[in-house]
């Protein structure tokens, strides 16, 4: 066992807190990629712009939604699993509002349709589609990040209950997901970055250039918003943080996004260098990874109380079984689909 969580933790609690943080990096990639898109599409929007960004943007969008839904299955279960009590109480405490996240993410998802399909023609009717589907995704992140603060602040659960409110207010809540909106934007600059250029070569230079630019904004706004955090976060979630078990990735995680900055930097300054973009791409990976794990860490208190049921319990054997048949359903669908688009449309 080594000493660097989640191993240091031992039994199956360590491997379900890393196949949580793995999973939940995936979400956060796609996640990152639906905020910061239509945070791009709001803008070309209301400057009445088309531009190559904002069309890659529009095509991926609806499939990027549906990835990061998807994505956010495995996470859950993870998440269900080893915060039992804190996680169910926050949804019931927030109840209507929790429920919520359903119906917006479906005007959402309808609204990303309607953009791609340019039936909407006025300029208004399209600044309305979009600024409403930003605030559906806004609304989900919000609810997940106050979800998630809610579940950590066992003290406010009592006054919540008894004033039946469905609204959690926490200074810890606009900094954390001011860095999360903030953190979207490396993200979906990588992934339109290599989009334009798989559409428009050597012309998407200047659009790559703005990416480059609008991510290390993203960079440096959503370190000032963790900073933020950091100073009105519990002091649980703070003396976690600074558990031995923990540095690894704190290195990590700041020598990822420092490598990231830099990479962003020079892809601005040279934007038609592929090698530059697929530095920032790894950078940013290694970032959201390391990052997933830094957020892990703040709740190493709410363990505590399962920790010893869980090194005792089992499951592992059964875990890889239904893993594996998992996976080969996915390849199996795979070749289904590949094998049906290789042979076309029924004549
Ligand atoms: C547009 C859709 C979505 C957005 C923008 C979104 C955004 C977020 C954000 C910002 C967080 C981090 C919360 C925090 O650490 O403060 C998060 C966490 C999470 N999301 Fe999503 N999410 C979306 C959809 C979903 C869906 C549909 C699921 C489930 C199927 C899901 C599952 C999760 C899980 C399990 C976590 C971790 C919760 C925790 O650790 O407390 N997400 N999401």
Not at 17 to 28: F, I, K, P, Y
Not at 83 to 107: D, G, K
Not at 142 to 160: I, M, R, V, Y
Not at 202 to 213: F, G, Q, T, W, Y
Request: charged content about 15%; proline content about 4%; hydrophobic content about 55%.
């Amino acid at each position: 066992m080594t000493s660097v969580f989640p191993w240091a933790l031992g039994g199956p609690l360590s491997l379900y807190l890393g196949l949580l943080v793995v999973t939940l990096a995936l979400h956060a990639a796609f996640i990152g990629y639906v905020l910061g898109g239509i945070g791009w599409v709001v803008v070309a929007a209301i400057r009445g712009r088309k531009d190559p960004v904002s069309e890659v943007a529009r095509d991926w969008l609806p499939f990027a939604l549906g990835a990061a839904i998807t994505a956010g299955v495995a996470p859950l279960l993870f998440v269900q699993l080893v915060y039992q009590e804190r996680f169910y109480t926050a949804n019931l405490l927030l109840f209507h509002r929790w429920m919520a996240v359903v119906p917006a993410l479906i005007v959402g998802f309808y609204l990303l349709y309607l953009h791609k399909s340019e039936k909407v023609k006025r300029r208004g009717g399209q600044i309305a589609v979009a600024v409403i589907a930003a605030a559906c995704f806004g609304f989900v992140a919000w609810s997940w990040t106050e979800n998630h603060l809610l579940s950590q602040d066992k003290g406010a659960w009592q006054g919540l209950y008894a004033s039946g409110g469905m609204l959690y207010v926490s200074p810890a809540v606009v900094p954390r997901l001011l860095m999360w909106l903030m953190a979207s934007l490396p993200i979906f600059a990588a992934g339109a970055a290599w989009q334009v250029r798989a559409k428009h070569g050597d012309e998407s230079a200047a659009s790559v250039r703005r990416l480059a630019i609008v991510a290390l904004v993203g960079i440096a706004l959503s370190t000032g918003a963790a900073l933020w955090l950091w100073q009105q976060m519990s002091d649980d979630a703070r003396y976690d943080l600074d558990q031995s078990m923990m540095g690894p990735w704190w290195i990590a995680l700041i020598t990822a996004r420092a490598a990231e900055a830099i990479a962003w930097g020079l892809v601005a300054r040279r934007p038609a260098a592929r090698a530059w973009l697929a530095r920032a791409s790894v950078a940013g990976g290694l970032a959201i990874v390391t990052g997933a794990m830094v957020r892990e860490g703040a709740r190493l208190h709410a363990l505590e109380p399962l920790r010893e049921r869980w090194i005792m319990s089992g499951g592992k054997i059964l875990f890889a079984i239904a893993a594996v048949v998992s996976i080969a359903a996915i390849v199996a669908l795979y070749k289904i689909v590949r094998r049906g688009l290789a042979e076309g449309p029924p004549a």
